[in-house]
């Protein structure tokens, strides 16, 4: 299954590149936006993924959603990085996880710009274009560290910024991409060694989360102990020599 899914993700970003000018609509929230090739992109896998495992149920970004269960899942953000996508910033991707009782057994993360296809099944480890990846083992001190900013929560401003600070002042330096799944796998394959958000949903990292863990890397809700998949939360995604430091800084 694992070979479909990939399948269907390099077409969805196929269907992604092919739209110029989508049409943009304003969703709840500061900032927040859907486009037509969201809500195209959703509905061309939401339709083959249940062919895929029709008992399946879908979880994903642009739909009202009832409560994860412990049903298959898949758990799906079509376009993660709408606003690069909007402004033609090259930096988006199709996401796709797939839980079984809650817990993480596919992954596939798909940057068509890139053409770059990242893959995890649980227990087997994490690929990019079917190459083997890992975290790195980059020390806190020289560390490379990606965050978001949480844009549609005011109440989380402050937080991001004066934990952002801190990173900058102890670690080495920082990246803001606009999409946590990119995120996630600059993490699994080494390209930046530390990533934090503090408020994200179960469609941005589903997928994500696995990538990183089968390369080695840590995967952590922040500040509770209640998983993402029970809504929204914080999230730690680093190497292992920078997990200490990293959660003194973000659970201060």
């Known amino acids: 299954m694992l070979e479909q899914i990939m399948h269907l993700a390099r077409e969805a970003g196929r269907m992604m590149l092919q739209y110029r000018d989508a049409a943009i609509h304003q969703k709840e929230g500061h900032f927040n936006f859907v486009t037509d090739a969201d809500v195209a992109v959703q509905t061309f896998l939401k339709r083959e993924l249940l062919s895929l495992l029709p008992d399946a149920r879908f979880f994903a970004e642009e739909q009202d959603n009832a409560p994860l269960t412990e049903a298959p899942t898949f758990v799906v953000d079509p376009i993660d990085g709408t606003l690069n996508f909007m402004r033609g910033r090259n930096l988006s991707a199709v996401s796709i996880g797939l839980l079984v009782q809650k817990r993480p057994a596919l992954g596939v993360i798909y940057h068509p710009y890139a053409d770059e296809m990242f ?134």
């Not at 893959?119 to 079917?130: F, I, V, Y």
């Not at 890397?217 to 190497?239: E, K, M, Q, T």
């Open 119 to 252: 893959s995890a099944e649980a227990g087997k480890g994490a690929r990019m274009n079917g190459r083997e990846i890992r975290a790195s083992q980059t020390p806190f001190e020289n560390a490379m560290v990606c965050f978001g900013t949480s844009p549609y929560d005011a109440d989380l401003v402050n937080r991001s910024i004066d934990a952002a600070r801190q990173f900058l002042l102890q670690a080495g330096d920082l990246r803001r991409s606009g999409s946590a799944a990119v995120d996630l796998c600059d993490i699994a394959c080494g390209r930046a060694d530390i990533f934090f958000e503090l408020r994200l949903r179960p469609w941005d990292v589903a997928a994500g989360s696995l990538i990183v863990t089968e390369a080695g890397g840590v995967f952590a809700s922040l500040g509770h102990d209640r998983p993402y998949y029970d809504g929204p939360c914080g999230i730690l995604a680093c190497n292992r020599p920078c997990e200490a430091k990293a959660r003194e800084i973000l659970e201060a």
